[in-house]
């Protein structure tokens, strides 16, 4: 009867090894693709060379560099990186032009940051299939966006 008891506890804790084990490796499958690391722009061009798949890019919205073509939803812009000045990533002065089809998020403009994704053209344009806008903090001082003061609370 003991011994019943001891294969039955034996067969039961591998069925649950297996189970864990399937379950872990549904959840590294399915959260892959949404860990993508993202790119400075001077990063691009190794990373691009090492891989096929889209890649994400981080970046600052050049000031003067959007142009929009209404008919299409295409906007054509310049990012700079946004790596702090005497880092290693630092590239000063690095810019990549960038063209991206769809609707704008509505905080998008010149000196947010955003995150793009998709492939790096052979002339060096970088063809976004997603842009990602990075919000400001809510924390962020009143009127520190260039937008109007928030009046003070009474």
């Known amino acids: 009867?003991?011994?019943?008891?001891?294969?039955?506890?034996?067969?039961?804790?591998?069925?649950?090894?297996?189970?864990?084990?399937?379950?872990?490796?549904?959840?590294?499958?399915?959260?892959?693709?949404?860990?993508?690391?993202?790119?400075?722009?001077?990063?691009?061009?190794?990373?691009?060379?090492?891989?096929?798949d889209k890649v994400r890019v981080s970046g600052d919205v050049v000031e003067g560099s959007i142009v929009r073509h209404d008919a299409d939803r295409t906007v054509r812009f310049d990012l700079r990186g946004t790596a702090e000045p005497g880092s290693p990533a630092?590239?000063?002065?690095?810019?990549?032009?960038?063209?991206y089809s769809g609707t704008l998020p509505d905080i998008f403009r010149p000196g947010i940051q955003v995150v793009v994704e998709g492939r790096l053209d052979a002339d060096g344009t970088f063809r976004a299939e997603t842009l990602l806008a990075k919000c400001p903090s809510k924390y962020q001082a009143a009127g520190e966006l260039g937008g109007p003061a928030a009046p003070p609370r009474s």
Request: proline content about 3%.
């Open 1 to 52: 009867m003991r011994h019943n008891q001891e294969t039955r506890f034996g067969r039961l804790a591998i069925a649950i090894t297996l189970v864990a084990g399937a379950l872990a490796v549904l959840v590294f499958l399915g959260t892959r693709q949404n860990l993508t690391y993202y790119y400075e722009i001077d990063e691009l061009a190794a990373a691009t060379a090492e891989t096929k």
């Open 90 to 99: 630092a590239a000063p002065g690095a810019r990549l032009p960038v063209v």
